[in-house]
């Protein structure tokens, strides 16, 4: 994609137009640039982490192998389809923060409306497609039926959290639009780390709810 991108702009003429040769005054502003860029891998790092983190507590569980099977499938199929999502939030981001930049509040507030809601249906897509093929769609990951059978208890549970995955990167990628980055790490610190390990571990094992726990934590910190 990088050496895609760099041949696009050595031999388009759009690009070609916007060099007007090397000036002190390309390095101005690196300083609040740096701040937005810092702040905003930060927010993407502190969500990352939190279901890597997840992945590393669920190994303590009572039969840590079919907890641990049944989440990683769980979470592969999350992941595939968030990226969905994912270019919601790039065009949620892109959009709102040049119609802000001209000027155009009711225009970025529209758009934020139209991308919610479209993301939204795709994702009742998402989740109405992994309910009917909860039974067969781990499969595609494993061959055992325990691990199976498991997956398939966790479905709802997925699908829940598809759905709010259409809405909360969109969200996000409207608050980076906004400048917001800092914000909404301090965000996600609270409810990931704050709210969502500790409650995960105290169901987890206090009240032995296994997996389904942290497969279910998500959905209250998507809410929050």
Do not use: H
Not at 3 to 18: E, F, G, N
Not at 92 to 104: D, F, Q, Y
Not at 143 to 153: H, P, R, Y
Not at 161 to 176: C, E, K, M, R, Y
């Amino acid at each position: 994609m990088v050496v895609a991108q760099l041949v696009y702009i050595l031999i388009s003429d759009k690009c070609k137009q916007t060099w007007t040769g090397l000036s002190l005054l390309a390095f101005s502003g690196l300083w609040e640039f740096l701040k937005l860029s810092t702040a905003s891998a930060v927010m993407l790092c502190l969500e990352t982490w939190y279901f890597q983190i997840l992945v590393l507590v669920a190994g303590l569980l009572k039969n840590p192998e079919l907890a641990l099977d049944s989440l990683a499938v769980c979470m592969a199929i999350n992941g595939l389809l968030f990226m969905v999502s994912v270019g919601f939030n790039a065009a949620a981001s892109v959009r709102v923060s040049n119609e802000l930049g001209a000027g155009n509040p009711k225009s970025a507030a529209f758009a934020v409306i139209i991308v919610n809601l479209v993301s939204f249906i795709v994702a009742i897509i998402e989740a109405v497609v992994v309910l009917a093929l909860r039974d067969v769609i781990s499969y595609a990951f494993t061959s055992g039926e325990t691990v199976a059978n498991a997956v398939s208890d966790l479905c709802p549970f997925l699908a829940v959290t598809l759905v709010l995955n259409g809405i909360q990167p969109v969200l996000s990628g409207v608050a980076v639009g906004c400048g917001w980055q800092a914000f909404v790490a301090y965000v996600n610190v609270g409810c990931y780390y704050v709210v969502g390990i500790p409650l995960g571990c105290l169901l987890g094992f206090k009240f032995d709810l296994g997996a389904k726990v942290y497969q279910s934590i998500p959905l209250s910190l998507l809410l929050l």
